[in-house]
């Protein structure tokens, strides 16, 4: 079964400041890896996505992540925090059989204090 | 601005009420979902339609019955739901179940059962 597991509920931030929400995965096989932001009341808008190649991905807001295998993790990552960036983020899995949808993590939830 | 568009983007209804939620893409995606999330909650898989056909019901209850009239809608009949099953319902599509893309949601349709 896949998996994926986000450890903190909240992570709290400076305006400015760099950010890190963590995000470890299960899966049988290599996995495809995305990340996800949910601002209240709204739908679930893509950020970015793993799926071979670079180990540091780019996506949108300036966001990008880290691909670690030996570590099984896909930290997100954003050099300089913004107070628009609070939010609740979503780290999701598919595995490369494709036969499943995502599956997604419990959820952070990233306050940027001004 | 998403290209899953939902509708209603909120309703009310009793528990002897029959409604129909509705979703629509235009982005020539083969695979249609619904997810249903509860606040502060992770999205759930609820049904998946690979070409308009179903591929994925995730042993959800018959009083909820998925409909793909075509490859660009999809739909959600709710039929004597329980007050359990207020939650804010999400449809999303991709590239067919077998591919690497991600998932484009929708903004939702927040459901209250009372």
């Known amino acids: 079964a896949q998996s994926v597991a986000q450890p903190e509920d909240q992570v709290n931030v400076a305006e400015g400041n760099p950010l890190t929400v963590k995000c470890t995965y299960s899966v049988s096989g290599n996995p495809y890896l995305f990340w996800y932001v949910q601002y209240p009341n709204r739908g679930l808008q893509f950020l970015l996505k793993y799926i071979t190649g670079d180990n540091l991905v780019k996506g949108s807001y300036g966001f990008e992540a880290e691909f670690n295998k030996s570590q099984t993790s896909f930290h997100l990552k954003k050099p300089s925090a913004l107070v628009s960036d609070s939010a609740l983020y979503f780290c999701?899995?598919?595995?490369?059989?494709?036969?499943?949808?995502?599956?997604f993590g419990s959820g952070t939830r990233l306050q940027v204090q001004p | 601005d998403t290209e899953v568009t939902q509708t209603p983007k909120h309703l009310v209804m009793g528990m002897t009420n029959k409604k129909s939620l509705k979703c629509e893409q235009h982005m020539g995606h083969r695979a249609m979902y619904w997810y249903k999330q509860k606040a502060k909650k992770p999205p759930e898989l609820m049904f998946v339609y690979s070409y308009e056909k179903l591929s994925i019901n995730e042993s959800v209850p018959s009083r909820f019955s998925p409909e793909c009239p075509n490859s660009s809608l999809l739909n959600l009949h709710l039929h004597a739901l329980q007050p359990e099953d207020s939650a804010l319902y999400l449809c999303?599509?991709?590239?067919?179940?077998?591919?690497?893309?991600?998932?484009?949601f929708g903004e939702g349709s927040r459901l209250t059962v009372l």
């Open positions: 999701a899995v598919r595995d490369r059989r494709g036969r499943r949808a995502l599956t």
């Open positions: 999303a599509s991709s590239q067919p179940t077998g591919s690497t893309g991600e998932l484009f």
